[in-house]
């Protein structure tokens, strides 16, 4: 099993641009969630998804949408970018069990720039 | 509200030395979960533990033990012997257990141990 897994690893964007950021799982995992790390920050959560075809707002979600149009993939994308949406992107998955936080399983991990 | 504090930034020992990395929570939850992820020098999250608010026992594995107790709401975390690859950013999380499982997480503790 590959985990879960991100795509790109790095990016580079200028204010602007958009890009979609890919997270794929293949533990059948029904939640899945996109974090933002910053420095001293620790992770913030974006939104999040509690199976296919849902999504709902964390923390911090302006500047960014999700989209979970099929269960093993989980898409962030950012419509306009801009400098303070530079950051390291993680995406996590974990099983659904009722009335338990489950472990989250962490993606290795985007590295995003914007100009 | 939920809240984790770690309240070091950084700390710096030498190897063989023991370490604990402390951990303080906040919840009105009778019900919750905690975490502890390590975040070395490559940058992924790793899991090392998750322990719910019923247990208060302590867990060891290898060098790593923790501490939790709900009288003073800490989840603390010792790593004995410390060796060079514990060098890592450690994140401690919480948890709730009748919401859709994000994690609330601490800003980190950067720990580096020297040879």
């Known amino acids: 099993n590959a985990g879960v897994t991100q795509t790109p690893k790095f990016r580079v964007l200028k204010t602007g641009q958009s890009m979609t950021l890919l997270c794929a799982q293949d533990?059948?995992?029904?939640?899945m969630y996109w974090y933002r790390q910053d420095p001293g920050m620790g992770l913030r959560l974006i939104h999040y998804?509690?199976?296919?075809?849902?999504?709902a707002k964390g923390e911090v979600p302006d500047g960014y949408n999700v989209s979970r149009l099929k269960k093993q993939n989980f898409l962030l994308g950012l419509e306009s970018a801009a400098p303070s949406q530079t950051s390291v992107y993680f995406c996590a998955s974990s099983e659904d069990r009722q009335g338990a936080t489950d472990t989250q399983y962490f993606g290795p991990g985007t590295r995003l720039t914007v100009l | 509200a939920q809240k984790v504090t770690q309240a070091q930034t950084e700390i710096s020992v030498v190897e063989k030395e023991d370490v604990t990395l402390d951990c303080v929570y906040e919840t009105r939850d009778t019900t919750y979960y905690l975490f502890w992820y390590k975040q070395p020098p490559s940058g992924e999250l790793v899991f090392l533990i998750r322990r719910n608010s019923f247990d208060e026992q302590n867990e060891i594995s290898g060098r790593y033990s923790w501490n939790f107790q709900k009288s003073t709401s800490s989840f603390n975390f010792t790593i004995t012997a410390s060796q060079v690859v514990d060098s890592a950013v450690y994140f401690c999380?919480?948890?709730?257990?009748?919401?859709?499982?994000?994690?609330?997480f601490g800003r980190g503790t950067q720990l580096t141990v020297w040879p």
């Open positions: 999380a919480l948890g709730r257990g009748s919401t859709l499982g994000r994690l609330y």
């Open positions: 533990m059948n995992h029904e939640y």
């Open positions: 998804s509690v199976g296919e075809g849902t999504t």
